[in-house]
């Protein structure tokens, strides 16, 4: 496990208390697309796309990221926030290929890749 670099956090805004990231599968077909899409329609939340693997992103503050932007219990703080740490973080990295804000957004996405593998499919039936 890497050490936190604890000056590149002390001089950033605690982006990555800002928001909560959750993995998700990729939608497989119109059923999995019309539950995102759901999932689409409420404030703060959105879709990305990182090297292929897709997470849904919710906007808001964690609960014990302090007034003065530091975490009120950073001793006890849990595992996942102590993996996480620059310069593989959002503040350094892009974190994501590909972002949904709207349901419309992931439906124009989801169209293009329908079309997509169309083309590809009709390719391979022509060798
Ligand atoms: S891990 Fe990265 S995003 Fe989080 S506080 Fe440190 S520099 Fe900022
Ligand atoms: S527990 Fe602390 S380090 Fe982890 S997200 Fe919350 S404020 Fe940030």
Redesign the pocket.
């Known amino acids: 496990m890497k050490e ?2 604890k000056s ?10 800002e928001g909560l990231t959750i993995d998700i599968k990729k939608p497989r077909d119109k059923e999995d697309v019309e539950i995102l899409t759901w999932k689409l329609q409420y404030e703060n939340v959105g879709v990305y796309i990182l090297n292929k693997r897709w997470h849904l992103f919710v906007e808001g503050r964690c609960g014990y990221l302090g007034d003065n932007g530091l975490c009120t219990r950073y001793e006890s703080r849990p595992d996942t926030c102590r993996r ?9 990295i892009d974190w994501y290929d590909t972002f949904f804000e709207t349901p419309e957004e992931l439906e124009q996405y989801m169209e293009k890749e329908r079309r997509r593998l169309k083309r590809r499919r009709a390719r391979k039936q022509k060798k």
């Open positions: 936190t670099t590149e956090c002390a001089s950033c805004p605690a982006l990555c208390c996480h740490n620059p310069p593989d973080c959002e503040r350094f």
